[in-house]
């Protein structure tokens, strides 16, 4: 079973950056492929990008297409999400979660381990 930890989050400008750090424990995540999700209150949980087991393949979400970028770095147990030009709406808590399913992508239903979530917020 692995644990997973995220950090980074924290109050951001609109237009600024942010970038979300999971790290995992007690087993490695080279076998796992990998996403970020994010909620905000009253709302759905939703993929907001995902990463394939040995990190060739992505998925992102419309809305974040070529502002935020999912990345892996299996040596060191971590999974990143680099958030560029934020928006006001984005605020949320991103959770990083993990699969044993060979897919990349899906939704909530398809992963089995989750983090406690970070806060981001966006301030306009």
């Known amino acids: 079973q692995v644990q997973l930890v995220e950090s980074g989050g924290g109050v951001v400008q609109a237009g600024g950056s942010v970038r979300l750090s999971c790290a995992a424990s007690r087993s490695p995540l080279s076998t796992y492929a990998m996403a970020w999700f994010r909620q905000a209150p009253g709302k759905e949980r939703d993929i907001v990008a995902g990463i394939s087991w040995n990190g060739g393949t992505t998925y992102y979400t419309d809305s974040v297409k070529g502002r935020f970028t999912i990345s892996r770095d299996n040596a060191k147990n971590t999974v990143y999400l680099q958030m560029n030009s934020l928006k006001a709406e984005e605020t949320a808590v991103y959770y990083c979660?993990?699969?044993?399913?060979?897919?990349?992508?899906?939704?909530?239903?398809?992963?089995?381990?989750w983090g406690q979530g970070t806060q981001v917020t966006v301030s306009s």
């Open positions: 979660a993990a699969a044993r399913w060979r897919g990349v992508g899906g939704t909530a239903r398809n992963y089995d381990y």
